[in-house]
């Protein structure tokens, strides 16, 4: 999946991608695997998976995991065993493999772990064969989730003797009318709602003009909560329902993963060695979709500018390098030529590498030093990736916006500026600070990754479990009112 365009890079090349398979395999246990593989990528960011020949090489792995995966989930009572036998429909805007869509195929494997019947459509899909789509529809039908249409009756019939029907995302909500069209208050009182959006333009009442009648809604942080609370007020004239805010955390597999030292050493000498920097050189990576609101363009500015203070100083620090995980030259997009171009211009093509969409980002975690999170704007609802860089003991370098701010410290966990054109001399101002302060760097990482113990585990989501059973005890109060 991470194939680059520069020859220069070369962690696309397949006997690259063997060798570090080869190695996880004989270094990891099961659950890191998965966590390579599966789980490692779901995040609320708007990540995005090219598929290409690390999914081949790692499909076998899996579906051997896959196997084994009973074995392992019965071993310790899953908080999830109220769902056994419940019937769940899971509605995607999507299915591109952006965040929010591989957040609701996380939650399809873990029901289906516990014996629900799990059920999913995908409202908008591209009428030519796509083989994002088609992977990942294989991957949920070999995990046992049954994929079907969004427009036949099969998808009414489900919705109506489902016991939970999930609404991912605010876009979602036009599946509601186009599809159950009359049928469509019968659904309602046992749908929960999970929003991600914190862009203006998802405030649509035709996408939401049903929410204030849903069993609840689900959103990833207390600031995107109180955004869609006043929006939907001031602008539609409509409630929220009950609002469950719910803290993602990093699962149980990545941070074995994120512990295992030796794991770690591995994985940060191939992605270094195919990357062509040293182990003494310092990586600030930014791992993203290439987007305006991810805020590429105005980190590669703040790392160059970096470099010119660095050089116009003579300070005294090892290479500094940048690393944009989620190119996709395919695209062809203006952001992305803009990119490049810039790099061309400011003559930095050694130190700045362009790394593909991938699924598989714990390896560029192991391999970097510093996490730079520069969502413009409102910021990310919340940012998984920002918790799993804490796993791995990497600063944050972060935007002052959005969810980062209920995960990162400013000072302790991490360093915080503004978004926008004006937090590019902050921004410039902590990249130097962190390359030129070792024992702060790393005091700081450390510091992360005790938040994360403390706060961003996978037993800390507990509180979306008990928004499940929620659900379910408010839909069933309010489906016999409609008997």
């Known amino acids: 999946m991470a194939k680059h365009a520069s020859a220069a890079v ?39 998976v090219s598929v290409d020949n690390v999914i081949s090489s790692a499909r076998d792995s899996v579906q051997v995991v896959d196997k084994r995966a009973p074995q392992i989930a019965a071993a310790k009572p899953s908080p999830l065993s109220f769902m056994k036998s419940k019937i769940v429909l899971l509605v995607s805007h999507e299915l591109s493999l952006s ?14 772990s516990v014996g629900a019947e799990v059920n999913w459509v995908t409202f908008m899909k591209p009428s030519e064969t796509d083989e994002v789509i088609y992977s990942l529809e294989h991957k949920m039908l070999d995990r046992g989730v049954q994929v079907f249409s969004a427009f036949r009756k099969e998808a009414i019939d489900t919705a109506l003797r489902a016991d939970l029907v999930v609404l991912n995302t605010a876009v979602a909500g036009k599946w509601l009318d186009y599809v159950l069209k009359e049928d469509v208050h019968r659904v309602l009182p046992k749908v929960l709602w999970w929003i991600h959006e914190m862009r ?19 959103i990833d942080s207390h600031v995107t909560a109180e955004y869609w609370k006043n929006r939907t007020q001031e602008r539609l004239k409509i409630k929220m329902p009950e609002t469950y805010v719910v803290h993602l955390g990093n699962s149980n597999e990545l941070m074995q993963v994120a512990e295992d030292s030796v794991a770690k050493r591995v994985l940060r000498e191939h992605v270094r060695e195919s990357l062509g920097v040293r182990n003494d050189d310092l990586l ?15 980190f590669l500015r703040s ?21 944009i995980v989620g190119s996709d030259m395919s695209a062809h997009t203006k952001l992305e030529m803009e990119l490049r171009d810039y790099v061309t211009q400011k003559k930095i093509q050694d130190r700045v590498h362009f790394v593909n969409k991938t699924l598989t980002v714990a390896p560029y975690l192991a391999a970097v030093d510093v996490l730079v999170q520069n969502s413009q704007g409102r910021g990310e609802c919340f940012g ?14 972060g935007t002052a916006a959005g969810g980062t701010m209920e995960i990162v410290v400013n000072g302790t966990t991490g ?18 600070k962190l390359a030129t302060h070792v024992e702060r760097r790393l005091t700081i990482g450390k510091r992360g990754y005790e938040r994360v113990k403390e706060r961003f585990l996978e037993h800390h989501m507990a509180e979306r479990i008990e ?10 109060i309010k489906s016999s009112k409609h008997l």
């Not at 190695?23 to 099961?30: D, R």
């Not at 790392?303 to 690393?323: G, T």
């Open 200 to 218: 203006g333009h998802y405030f649509k009442l035709e996408y939401v003009k049903h929410l204030p009648s849903v069993a609840g809604a689900m």
């Open 99 to 112: 965040g929010g869509p591989l957040l609701l195929m996380e939650l399809a494997f873990l029901l289906r």
């Open 10 to 48: 070369g962690w696309g090349h397949h006997h690259l991608q063997k060798r570090w398979l080869l190695a996880l395999l004989l270094m990891l246990t099961v659950s890191m695997v998965i966590a390579f593989f599966i789980r490692a990528a779901f995040d609320s960011c708007d990540r995005n």
């Open 467 to 476: 928004v499940l059973k929620e659900v379910l005890r408010k839909s069933k």
């Open 415 to 432: 360093l915080l500026h503004p978004a926008g054109k004006e937090g590019v001399t902050t921004l410039v101002k902590h990249i130097v």
């Open 284 to 298: 600030f990576a930014l791992i993203n979709s290439v987007s305006r609101g991810k805020g590429q363009d105005l």
């Open 384 to 397: 998984r990736i920002t918790i799993e860089a804490m796993a791995f003991q990497l600063p944050v370098l």
């Open 303 to 323: 790392f160059y500018e970096a470099l010119q203070l660095i050089k116009q100083k003579k300070m005294q620090v090892p290479p500094l390098h940048a690393v």
